[in-house]
Each structure stands twice: as C-alpha cells, then as structure tokens.
C-alpha cells in the first residue's frame, strides 16, 4: 500500500514539475505538529478516502474513454490502475475495521458511520462545486459527478460500515444543493466590505443546512 501511494504521489509530483511548480515535502512536513487520532477515527476516515477516491477516478475514466477528446492530460491515462489501487486499500481498511468488531457495534457504530459518511460527502461536494470548471473541462457536469460519486461510494460503504445514509428517500442531495449555493453565496461575499448582518446570516443557514443534513435518515447496512 505505501509502495503504491508512492507511486501516485510520484506521478502527481511529475505532473505538477512540468506545471513548473515545486513542492519541498520533506519541509512541509515538518511545518504542522503530528495529530494523534483515535484508532476508529483512522479506520473509517481512510476507509471512505480510498473508497470515495476509487470511484472518483474511475468515473472519470470512464468518461473520459467514451469522450477521448477531452482527456487534455497524460496523467489521465494512469486513472485506471490508480483507482484500482485505491480500491484494494480500501478493501485492506474493511478487513482491519472488522478485526475490532466493538467498532461496528451499537451506537458508537452508528455515530461513527453517520459523522464520516456525511464529512466525506460535505468536503467533496464543497470542492467539486469549487473546482466545477475543471469538470466542465472534461465535458462533464459536477453536480451530477457528485451525486453519482456520492451514491456509489454510500452502496460501497455498505460492506464495511453498520449503516449508511439513505440518499434516495431522504432531502440529502437536496439540501447538498442548499448548502453548495449556500457556501458559493458566502464565498462571493467574502471579499466584500461589510454587510456584517447579511454574512451571519448566510453562516447561520449554512450551520442550520449543515445540522439537518447531518441528521438524515440512515438504513441498516445488512437491510443491503
Ligand atoms: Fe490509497
């Protein structure tokens, strides 16, 4: 697993030297001090980033090999067995949370899956939004990216996790459409002079979006 993220974070590091920019990792690392986290924290966080990642990349690819005209980069080629990568990683993290069965169990478990599932789905729909005109770059539309990476990660989240949200019910995608035109509201007014009542206002939605969207529905992962 370390000798295949190297191997990624090598490819991104030659992508971005041709860009001309240079990153000194070994200095940056010694920038921010080590956090420690809790053994559960670990599992289910990076459960989710290899999973999420896996099929960010590969429906990317799968796009860009029915639409070869817009993969506008060589690092797009190495999609594929990159995503394969994060798929087994992922499948490593699911046999590792199944070592600590306590892990899984009661409400701890459903705390758990509820507290990753919707931080990894926020952070990636805020940042698909952000970056929306790469996506449009490659031919394709990032809201509907989004929700289909969403979902699929969540069915994938089944085998792993004791309960998982229930996107097709409940108001989730509906209230990530809030909280993205929400939080593009709140970042055109950033720069703004001002208007001190109307940002609170705009962070005091964006909190109450957050609450309710972090208290939808979750199915059983065994009801699958
Ligand atoms: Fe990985």
């Known amino acids: 697993m370390a000798r295949d993220e190297a191997r990624h974070a090598g490819f991104l590091n030659r992508a971005l030297v041709a860009e001309g920019i240079e990153l000194d990792l070994p200095k940056l690392s010694t920038k921010r001090p080590i956090t420690w986290f809790p053994l ?11 999973k999420i990642g896996y099929w960010r990349y590969i ?7 029915a639409n070869p005209d ?30 600590w069965p306590g892990l899984k169990q009661g409400l701890r478990g459903k705390l758990l899956s509820r507290f990753f599932l919707w931080s990894v789905f926020l952070t990636h729909s805020l940042t698909v939004c952000e970056r929306g ?19 699929q990660t969540n069915r994938t989240a089944r085998r792993a996790f004791p309960w998982v949200f229930d996107l097709d019910q409940g ?54």
Request: proline letters at 5%; one cysteine or more.
């Open 59 to 65: 429906l990317i690819d799968r796009h860009l090999k």
């Open 133 to 151: 005109d790469f996506y449009r770059l490659l031919g394709m539309d990032p809201h509907r990216f989004d929700a289909e990476v969403m979902r």
């Open 70 to 99: 817009n993969a506008f980069a060589p690092l797009f080629d190495f999609f594929e067995p990159w995503c394969q990568d994060e798929n087994r990683h992922g499948d490593i993290f699911n046999l590792l949370i199944r070592c």
């Open 40 to 50: 559960s924290w670990v599992l289910y966080s990076v459960f989710l980033s290899e």
């Open 171 to 224: 108001q989730y995608l509906e209230l990530r459409d809030r909280l993205v035109s929400c939080f593009q509201q709140m970042q055109a007014r950033k720069a703004e002079p001002g208007a001190l009542l109307a940002k609170l206002g705009l962070k005091l939605r964006f909190a109450g979006l957050l609450l309710r969207q972090f208290c939808q529905p979750m199915v059983p992962a065994e009801g699958a």
